[in-house]
Every structure is written in C-alpha cells, then in structure tokens.
C-alpha cells in the first residue's frame, strides 16, 4: 500500500473508518460500514463517493473542436458549451480494425477568454497513462493544449434523490437556482461551500446527482462541508463497493469486465456512442471507424444481457452461462455480478448467445459446484426513481 496513489481525501478516509484497498494503483476506500447500507442510503437518499482517482484531462485551444472530433467516437463538432457526453477512445489497431482504449465523458466548457473553445474528458483511473500516451502522440504542433489536471484537482460524486438538493443548498442563491436546473449530461460552473467548482449531472449509479471537481487543497473542506449539510438528509459516506453494486444494478458497463479492448460497442447496447455518420458530412472518421461500420452492418458474435439469479449467491466474472439442465452447453460468460440490495437478489451482467438473449429466457449460472437459475432480464434492473 505504500506505493498507491493517493487522492487529497485519502487521510480522511483513513481517519473515518473507510477499507483502504488497492483499486487500479489508488488507496481508495471499498466501504465504511456496510457496502449493503452504502448502497441503499443511496438509493433512498444520498451517498457521497470520492471518485478523484478518476483520469482529469482539460483540451483547448483553437483547434481543439476538430481535433477531438477526429478521435472520439462521439461527435463532438456540435457539442455546446455546458453539456457532456459518453465516448469511447479507440484506435483503428486489434484483430478486427479497432481497440477500445477507454471510455470517457466529454463535456464542453465555458470558451475562454478569448472565444477558443474549451473541452474536458474523464477518463478511467486505470486507463489514463495510455489515453495520455495515445493523445499526445497525435497532438499536432500548435492549435491545441493538452493538460492533465488529475494531480491539481479533486473530484466528488453526490448521488441519490437528494443529492442536488444538498449541493445546491451549499450554493450562493442564483448559483443554487442554476445547480438546481441542471439538466442531466449538462455541466456548469458554481461556488459550492464558499469554493469554486466545475459541477456537472453525471454519476455512475443510476440515481440523479453531481460530481464536483474542485481544487485538491480545497477537497476536505468542500467533502465535510457536504457530509455535514447533507447527514440529517440520509447522506452518508460511501466506498467503491456501493459504487459497483450501484452501477450493476443500474446497467452500466464497467471498462475491464464488460467493455474491454476487443469490445463491440453495438454488442454492449453502446452504439448511441459510436458516431458513424452525420446528416451534414457523411461518414465520419476517426481510428477504427471503418472496422466499427462494418461490424455495425454485420451483427455477431454474442451480445449483452442482464441476469436476475435466484438466491443472494453472487455469480461472479467469468462464470459460465448454459442452458437449464445441460451444463455442458455453455452459451455465455459473466462479465460482473453481485448480490444486488435493490433487488434482494443476486444479479449479473453476461455476454451470451444471440438466439437466448430474449428477455424471459431460462438460463443457468454455474458457480463452483452449483448451478444456478437466472433469467434473461432486461437492463437496467432498477430504475432512477424506484426505491427499495
């Protein structure tokens, strides 16, 4: 543990109670008390999640419109200032014309000073050092700034139905009104706590809420100004633990189980993400762009699905899917899954055989010595706004 990255709140974390772990090179915390009533906090209330391991990336400058539309999937010429967008990071390299680097959030800020469009992308922890690697190889000699803020910044998720409510309350009047309004994959700028802060309505658990990024000096202030305007409200302090659970539950792929370097992007239900054509210019292009419109045309190979298993047993990555009763006919694999507190139950997500991907279908899960049932539901399990 000596040698993992450190957010600015990891002494916080430390101090409170939190399961330091190694997640993706950081010393992050899996939990405080109980993953199970993290979770559900969250879905009831608010649960606030330190996500600053999270890959920060500022893009300006005055070609940096078109050079990000030259190597997002997602089109990026028409983004406005204030809004965000889910993309994928690819290279036109691998077995079938493309690699998937990552996925990322791209969101177009406030132009600068001088009217040059600004951008930011969040990317996964993990990821970053190749994302950085594989941006600035292709970075051209002028017209565009690259900058890493990940180290300069702290970054704080506030989810659950009263998660903006609490944010928004920590706001100056007109700042609270503007927090308050924002609509989902938008973004703005806003003093939180008496702080400066990017706030943006994104998140990864399903639940309507904001992440913050603020100054990493300022992190500990900002996280306890929250934690304590917010606790009598049901907000409480949550690991990654809850996070993973969260996002299962709500049908969110996760980069390393089920997106991976040799995904398809259509497979997984990603294809909003994937720009291929425009109404003004055609066929777009960007690395691996090619490959992907013909895998577009071509569907195969299996496809994403979700599974509700019977019982709290997880079914974890990598256990194998086969039809009821024939264990030796194995139609798809486990990319996560879980006991799922929302549901009561356990729950996967699995790539399998087109011809049982029908919602409905019987399958089975084989778990070590056990088979167990699951049926083929359709994602997400659990729906903004329904509460357990």
Known sequence: MDD??????????????????DFAGWRMPVQYASIVDEHLATRRAAGMFDVSHMGRLEVGGRDAMPWLESLLTRRVEDIRPGQVRYTLVTTDEGPDGWTVLDDALVSRDADAGDGTPRFGLVVNASNKPRVMRWLERRLPPAGV???????STAMIAVQGPR?????????????????????????????????PATVSRTGY???????????ADEAVATWDAILSAGTSLGLVPCGLGARDTLRLEA??????????ETSDPFALGLGFAVTLDTPAHGSRAFPGATALRTRRDRSTG????????????????????????????????????????????AAAQALVDRDVAAAG????????????????????????????
Do not use: K, N, Q
């Open 163 to 195: 998660a903006v409510e609490i944010v928004a309350g920590l706001c100056p009047a007109s700042a609270a009104a503007t927090v308050s309004g924002l609509g989902t994959y938008r973004c703005t700028t806003a003093t939180v706590a008496g702080r």
């Open 361 to 388: 279908t019987p399958l089975e899960v084989l778990v070590r010595d056990a088979a167990l049932p699951a049926v083929v539901t359709p994602l997400p399990f659990v729906r903004r706004g329904s509460r357990p």
């Open 302 to 345: 299996r496809v994403r699905v979700g599974l509700v298993v019977a019982g709290r047993r997880a079914a974890r990555e990598g256990a194998a899917v086969a039809r009821p009763g024939d264990p030796s006919a194995t139609v798809g694999i486990v990319t996560s899954g879980s006991f799922c507190p929302s549901l009561g139950s």
């Open 145 to 151: 700034a690259l900058v890493d803020r990940t180290a």
């Open 4 to 21: 993992l990255l450190e957010t600015p709140l990891a002494g916080w974390h430390a101090s409170h109670g939190g399961r330091m772990v």
């Open 205 to 215: 658990t399903g639940e309507d809420g904001v992440e913050l990024v603020v100054a």
């Open 251 to 260: 049908g969110m792929p996760l980069y390393g189980h089920e997106l991976v």
